[in-house]
């Protein structure tokens, strides 16, 4: 739960962000359709850190939403 509770604070979401920026540039300095794919893959942290949801929530047992993270 302590992750749930650190993915849904402010550093968290800011981390999600930063990490899914740094995937999309390592796949365009990668190039060809694997830089593509993990441009792609990129987007995932981006939404999801500006939407405040934890994607791997519901697996570990913690909620889905961020503000319900953080009760």
Do not use: D, Q
């Amino acid at each position: 739960m302590a992750l749930a509770r650190f993915m849904a604070s402010t550093a968290g979401r800011l981390l999600r962000i930063a990490l899914g920026i740094a995937l999309i540039i390592i796949g365009l300095l990668v190039g060809g359709p694997a830089g593509w794919v993990i441009a792609i893959i990129g987007l995932v942290p981006i939404a999801a850190g500006a939407a405040n949801v934890c994607l791997i929530g519901p697996v570990i047992g913690a909620p889905f939403k961020g503000s319900e993270a953080r009760r």
